[in-house]
């Protein structure tokens, strides 16, 4: 304000995981100290509005379940480590060097004919049981790598928010031993108390409107 004086209108914006943190901050600071609202308006493109504890359970399915049917993240000969972790804060791994690893499980970034039969069970297995599209899969596993070191490492003090302990997987071309392969773990009732209080929502923001009264609207039900 210094540099360009006052705005005569501020939008509160996010998109995707930043949709989140943009309705959670509408939600904390609806009013300002002079019962005024600081925005005056809300715009949320493809938000992530069900909540960090719910909403990133599908990544932990998908670690979980790749992990079952590749092997690779992390390796036979590498240290391991409980997958909730994402990744051990003092690991190198890049993420180039994680999707050459999953195109050498699944050729995700080949033409399908190029793949191997072998490359094609995998790749099945792994979208059929988790449900999410080929052209994310790389995607959703770096999330669920560096995102949920971040999230267990530097919020949850190293504690862990995800549980897949009564999930039964299915949707592969073998539903019972990839259900006897797959990591189990309950999350620690705490630090998932302690994630939802930091990254949930209520559903209601408050929405301001000249110049009548500011209501507030449920996002999901």
């Not at 715009?43 to 998908?62: H, I, N, P």
């Not at 449900?131 to 959703?140: G, M, Q, R, V």
Request: charged share 20%.
């Amino acid at each position: 304000m210094q540099q360009i004086g006052a705005p005569t209108r501020t939008i509160l914006h996010g998109q995707s995981w930043g949709a989140s943190v943009a309705a959670k901050t509408a939600e904390r600071y609806a009013t300002s100290v002079n019962g005024k609202s600081p925005y005056d308006a809300v715009l949320l493109t493809s938000g992530v509005l069900g909540g960090g504890s719910l909403s990133y359970d599908f990544r932990f399915d998908l670690r979980v379940v790749y992990q079952a049917v590749c092997g690779n993240h992390p390796r036979a000969d590498e240290p391991s480590y409980p997958l909730w972790q994402g990744l051990p804060l003092n690991a190198t791994l890049t993420r180039a060097q994680l999707a050459s690893r999953v195109d050498e499980c699944t050729g995700v970034r080949l033409p399908a004919a190029q793949r191997t039969p072998q490359q094609r069970q995998n790749l099945a297995d792994t979208l059929g049981a988790v449900a999410i599209a080929e052209s994310s899969l790389i995607a959703h596993l770096n999330w669920g790598t560096w995102h949920f070191q971040d999230v267990v490492f530097r919020r949850l003090v190293g504690r862990n928010p995800f549980s897949n302990d009564r999930v039964r997987y299915s949707g592969s071309h073998d539903d019972v031993a990839l259900n006897a392969r797959v990591f189990r773990v309950r999350a620690d009732s705490a630090a998932r108390a302690d994630f939802a209080a930091d990254a949930d929502l209520t559903g209601r923001i408050a929405v301001p409107c000249s110049p009548c009264t500011p209501s507030t609207i449920p996002l999901r039900s």
